[in-house]
């Protein structure tokens, strides 16, 4: 069957997202787009995930629990899990890794941590827009050990990308490759190209989805489907 997927998206945690972007309206605007499998990948932290599964069943969502890291190469790398404690685990992991650096919200926005009705429960005080400790390679160790995804973020962006800031694709263990312009990058590389929203604002989730062909709505078909390739784009 032929899905719609989403798998970048960040809410009001990323300061970089609108306060608005609440994990419970990412799952409603997700709803409307009839995207069928959703991520939610907040910069370097996890602690939004447990209102978006929630919001995500209420929705007939199926939720991939997930974060875009910050490598120390500042390669953005989405990590993508089945299991909300296998990703939060890698999540208090990756925060252990961040530089005590405060956040300024004035400067680079909140951070703000809610429930699943949008209730401010606290903010993470760490800056979540610095590079971690962690090389892009053990990224991808990390996660795959905890039956995770790996997708280079965005490659194709002239900033935060492996092509950006290492001017190569290092011959590792991907599940995928994500880009903006698809077709581009289709030519370059022999590998499963997909397309995401990279959603801050309400109004962007849904804007670069694709569609994938699997045998079932799953985590598991996910992970097939990816292998598989079986990739279109929306026009």
């Not at 719609?4 to 306060?19: F, I, R, W």
């Not at 606290?122 to 990224?139: A, H, N, Q, Y």
């Amino acid at each position: 069957m032929k899905i719609k997927l989403d798998l970048h998206n960040h809410s009001c945690l990323s300061p970089c997202g609108s306060d608005d972007m609440l994990p419970s309206l990412l799952a409603f605007e997700a709803m409307e787009k009839s995207i069928d499998i959703l991520a939610l990948t907040d910069h370097n932290c996890t602690r939004n995930l447990e209102p978006f599964g929630q919001a995500c069943e209420l929705c007939q969502i199926l939720p991939i629990f997930g974060m875009e890291v910050n490598t120390i190469e500042d390669v953005h790398v989405l990590t993508l899990f089945k299991n909300i404690e296998d990703a939060q685990e890698f999540g208090f992991y990756i925060e252990t890794l961040l530089p005590n650096i405060k956040n300024d919200p004035k400067l680079f926005g909140n951070q703000n941590i809610v429930d699943i009705e949008g209730n401010i429960i606290s903010t993470f005080k760490k800056s979540l827009l610095t590079t971690c400790g962690i090389s892009l390679e053990d990224v991808i160790s990390e996660c795959l050990s905890r039956d995770g995804l790996v997708i280079p973020a965005h490659i194709d962006k002239n900033a935060n990308s492996i092509l950006a800031n290492l001017g190569f694709l290092p011959d590792l263990d991907y599940s995928a490759l994500e880009a903006i312009r698809p077709s581009q990058i289709k030519e370059r590389y022999n590998k499963t190209i997909i397309q995401s929203s990279d959603a801050h604002y309400l109004e962007h989730v849904g804007r670069r989805s694709c569609f994938l062909e699997v045998e079932e709505i799953s985590y598991e078909g996910l992970k097939q489907g990816l292998i598989d390739g079986k990739v279109s784009y929306i026009q």
